[in-house]
């Protein structure tokens, strides 16, 4: 096996992806500034996050082919000039349409990092390491989303908002630079025939889910509106043939031969109940303490760090017990956490303590770490070599799928309570009626991702370790 200097290697990549992920999240503390600056509704500033899913969306399908049809190095530096740029017009962006072309160069930047990080660690690391490096990978990514609002919250209350990105560009420069110096092609280049037909499927089936789904999260007629049910639709008929497309192919798009192993599925399936979790408590735990609480952007964001970076510093741990003993250990009790943890944010009320809601917090954060990377990293062990491209692809593009539909659930059950509770309140402008129907509202969302936790753990049964023996496979290519 070729020697590669791993360390240089991750430490490019890993600071690119931070930056990325942290400019991600800390433009969601600053949604409100925006809409006073550039004079724009809540709706037109979601775009600003929609936008970016959606571009997450359509490039993350095509990620399989492009790692197999570029080098390493020429997915690398195209990542990053066009996260360099969309951040350079970010820092300078003087409307709401400036930032929005920003924000999806930094999309297209951060939908080729992420599948090249997990790719390049599969070929780089041999399988006894990997829990652990792919420990680092979840370190970024759950550390980034948890500095990026606490920053960004004290950025926006000293300086403005254009300091986010004037903040990252400098990280991400040096990213290029030791990326340039030190990051090898990892993979063989195929060159396979790129189908347009595919292309153009995919498009239409991610991108219109996840466009339907974001939509039905903005409130308005939400999934009564006929713009939300023509996407999902059209969307759904599209994956239909794009599957079917991929099945009948020599040489797909994306692989869905990926399906085939067992614990690829289980550890896939683990992950997405994951990223539900996580993205409808995180959408809802903030709103809950800045409505119902009356807490500050700052204090919020400094009330859910402990919990995040617990959960990030975990991450590699985490993935050396993974190397050592096997996800089984570590998956099944992290799952008992996480839904005895909602189980108690269910009863959350305006009245509840901080430190109760930081030590809940925290709980839920350090047993989501026992189970995202240890799930991952054992499904995608079971891939043969040759499926590495697909099977990140399939996952990565599923993650984002299910971040939408997370999402957009989370919002709609926490709109329906409120609107209960207010239809049935003899005060419903009280702004004390107000915060308790957030409150109710915020309950129902925990017991969603209490069930949803609830059907994992049943999955999780399941989960048997993977023996990776690729010695023999590569004798018998």
């Given at each position: 096996?070729?020697?590669?200097?791993?360390?240089?290697?991750?430490?490019?990549?890993?600071?690119c992806?931070?930056?990325?992920?942290?400019?991600?999240?800390?433009?969601?503390i600053?949604?409100?500034?925006?809409?006073?600056?550039?004079?724009?509704?809540?709706?037109?500033?979601?775009?600003?996050?929609?936008?970016?899913?959606?571009?997450?969306?359509?490039?993350?399908?095509?990620?399989?082919?492009?790692?197999q049809?570029?080098?390493?190095?020429?997915?690398?530096?195209?990542?990053?000039?066009?996260?360099?740029?969309?951040?350079i017009?970010?820092?300078?962006?003087?409307?709401?349409?400036?930032?929005?072309?920003?924000?999806?160069?930094?999309?297209?930047?951060?939908?080729?990092?992420?599948?090249?990080?997990?790719?390049?660690?599969?070929?780089?690391?041999?399988?006894?390491?990997?829990?652990?490096?792919?420990g680092?990978?979840?370190?970024?990514?759950?550390?980034?989303?948890?500095?990026?609002?606490?920053?960004?919250?004290?950025?926006?209350?000293?300086?403005?908002?254009?300091?986010?990105?004037?903040?990252?560009?400098?990280?991400?420069?040096?990213?290029?630079?030791?990326?340039?110096?030190y990051l090898?092609n990892?993979?063989?280049?195929?060159?396979?025939?790129?189908?347009?037909?595919?292309?153009?499927?995919?498009?239409?089936?991610?991108?219109?889910?996840?466009?339907?789904?974001?939509?039905?999260?903005?409130?308005?007629?939400?999934?009564?509106?006929?713009?939300?049910?023509?996407?999902?639709?059209?969307?759904?008929?599209?994956?239909?043939?794009?599957?079917?497309?991929?099945?009948?192919?020599?040489?797909?798009?994306?692989?869905?031969r990926?399906?085939?192993?067992?614990?690829?599925?289980?550890?896939?399936?683990?992950?997405?109940?994951?990223?539900?979790?996580?993205?409808?408590?995180?959408?809802i735990?903030?709103?809950?303490?800045?409505?119902?609480?009356?807490?500050?952007?700052?204090?919020?964001?400094?009330?859910?760090?402990?919990?995040?970076?617990?959960?990030?510093?975990?991450?590699?741990?985490?993935?050396?017990?993974?190397?050592?003993?096997?996800?089984?250990?570590?998956?099944?009790?992290?799952?008992?956490?996480?839904?005895?943890?909602?189980?108690?944010?269910?009863?959350?009320?305006?009245?509840?303590?901080?430190?109760?809601?930081?030590?809940?917090?925290?709980?839920?954060?350090?047993?989501?770490?026992?189970?995202?990377?240890?799930?991952?990293?054992?499904?995608?062990?079971?891939?043969?070599?040759?499926?590495?491209?697909?099977?990140?692809a399939?996952?990565?593009?599923?993650?984002?799928?299910?971040?939408?539909?997370?999402?957009?659930?989370?919002?709609?059950?926490?709109?329906?309570?409120?609107?209960?509770?207010?239809?049935?309140?003899?005060?419903?402008?009280?702004?004390?009626?107000?915060?308790?129907?957030?409150?109710?509202?915020?309950?129902?969302?925990?017991?969603?991702?209490?069930?949803?936790?609830?059907?994992?753990?049943?999955?999780?049964?399941?989960?048997?370790?993977?023996?990776?023996?690729?010695?023999?496979?590569?004798?018998?290519?």
């Amino acid at each position: 096996m070729k020697q590669f200097n791993t360390r240089a290697i991750m430490a490019s990549l890993l600071i690119c992806g931070f930056v990325g992920m942290f400019s991600e999240t800390a433009l969601n503390i600053a949604m409100t500034n925006l809409m006073d600056v550039f004079q724009i509704s809540a709706a037109t500033a979601q775009w600003l996050t929609t936008g970016f899913l959606l571009t997450l969306g359509i490039l993350m399908p095509m990620t399989g082919l492009l790692l197999q049809r570029f080098t390493t190095r020429q997915l690398f530096i195209s990542s990053l000039a066009s996260s360099i740029v969309g951040t350079i017009i970010a820092a300078l962006a003087v409307n709401f349409e400036m930032l929005m072309v920003a924000r999806v160069l930094q999309a297209i930047g951060m939908g080729l990092l992420i599948p090249l990080m997990f790719n390049t660690i599969l070929v780089v690391y041999p399988p006894d390491k990997r829990g652990a490096a792919m420990g680092f990978v979840g370190l970024v990514i759950m550390f980034a989303p948890a500095t990026g609002p606490t920053v960004a919250g004290l950025l926006i209350e000293y300086l403005t908002w254009h300091y986010i990105f004037w903040l990252s560009l400098p990280f991400l420069v040096i990213g290029l630079l030791v990326g340039l110096k030190y990051l090898e092609n990892v993979t063989e280049v195929t060159k396979p025939r790129i189908d347009l037909l595919s292309v153009v499927l995919s498009t239409l089936g991610f991108g219109g889910v996840v466009f339907g789904f974001s939509k039905a999260g903005e409130g308005g007629q939400g999934w009564a509106s006929s713009l939300v049910v023509a996407s999902i639709g059209v969307g759904l008929l599209a994956l239909v043939l794009f599957s079917l497309r991929q099945s009948l192919m020599k040489e797909p798009m994306m692989n869905l031969r990926v399906f085939k192993y067992p614990m690829y599925i289980v550890g896939l399936l683990l992950v997405l109940s994951c990223t539900m979790i996580i993205l409808s408590s995180m959408i809802i735990l903030p709103m809950f303490l800045q409505d119902s609480m009356k807490l500050s952007a700052f204090d919020t964001g400094l009330m859910l760090l402990p919990g995040s970076a617990l959960n990030g510093i975990l991450s590699p741990r985490m993935g050396r017990l993974f190397d050592k003993y096997g996800p089984k250990w570590l998956v099944i009790p992290g799952l008992v956490i996480v839904a005895a943890m909602l189980w108690f944010f269910a009863s959350m009320s305006t009245v509840s303590s901080i430190v109760l809601i930081v030590a809940l917090h925290i709980g839920l954060m350090v047993g989501i770490s026992m189970v995202w990377m240890p799930a991952q990293t054992n499904g995608l062990n079971q891939l043969p070599p040759e499926l590495y491209p697909h099977g990140t692809a399939v996952m990565n593009t599923l993650q984002q799928v299910a971040g939408a539909i997370g999402t957009a659930v989370a919002i709609s059950i926490l709109s329906s309570g409120m609107e209960n509770y207010l239809h049935d309140s003899a005060a419903p402008t009280n702004p004390n009626e107000i915060a308790n129907a957030m409150a109710l509202g915020s309950q129902h969302v925990f017991l969603f991702a209490m069930i949803v936790t609830l059907i994992g753990l049943a999955l999780a049964v399941f989960i048997r370790r993977v023996v990776v023996n690729h010695a023999a496979n590569h004798s018998m290519h």
